[in-house]
């Protein structure tokens, strides 16, 4: 689709030195900022969420015991994710579950989404750089998350990756 948008001056030059910065074209940065507001910043909005620098998440999470970092996983993965899906999709199963968790992998960087099947068996992995706790607090998140729906996975963690496995 082809539109035309009037920005300012500034933000058109912010624009042009980024799109520089990463290889690519000032259409293809443009998009990006498009999707990430469509797929995702318009939602969390709603839910009033703040955007938080990772070295911050992480000397919380370690401030605090692991008890209570696995009861804020708990409690963020409870009405959070699946207010986000319902905004989103109108339905809430396991397949926009794992949208959820692909979108907050695309637009946050708060872990990497990695999926794979074998055997009829489905894996997803969510991997991260914040120790033990940032593992405690995302599975906890995850297992609040699912709590409800149909299909309730195998969830384990280490000390840098949560698994999933359906």
């Not at 799109?19 to 318009?42: G, K, M, P, V």
């Not at 999709?89 to 692909?102: E, H, I, P, R, S």
Request: hydrophobic share 40%; aromatic share 10%.
């Amino acid at each position: 689709m082809t539109v035309s948008l009037r920005i300012s001056e500034s933000a058109y030059k912010v624009l042009q030195e980024d799109a520089a910065l990463q290889h690519t074209s000032l259409n293809t940065l443009a998009n990006q900022i498009f999707l990430s507001y469509s797929e995702f910043d318009r939602y969390m909005v709603k839910l009033h969420v703040i955007k938080l620098s990772s070295s911050t998440f992480r000397r919380i999470i370690n401030a605090a015991s692991d008890e209570a970092v696995s009861e804020a996983g708990r409690a963020a993965g409870g009405n959070a994710p699946k207010n986000f899906v319902l905004a989103k999709t109108g339905q809430l199963n396991v397949g926009t579950a794992l949208d959820f968790l692909k979108s907050i992998a695309t637009y946050s960087s708060l872990f990497e989404y990695g999926e794979a099947s074998h055997e009829g068996k489905s894996t997803v992995t969510l991997a991260h750089d914040f120790g033990s706790k940032g593992s405690f607090f995302l599975s906890s998140y995850v297992e609040s998350m699912f709590k409800n729906l149909e299909q309730q996975p195998k969830i384990s963690h280490n000390v840098d990756a949560v698994i999933i496995e359906f």
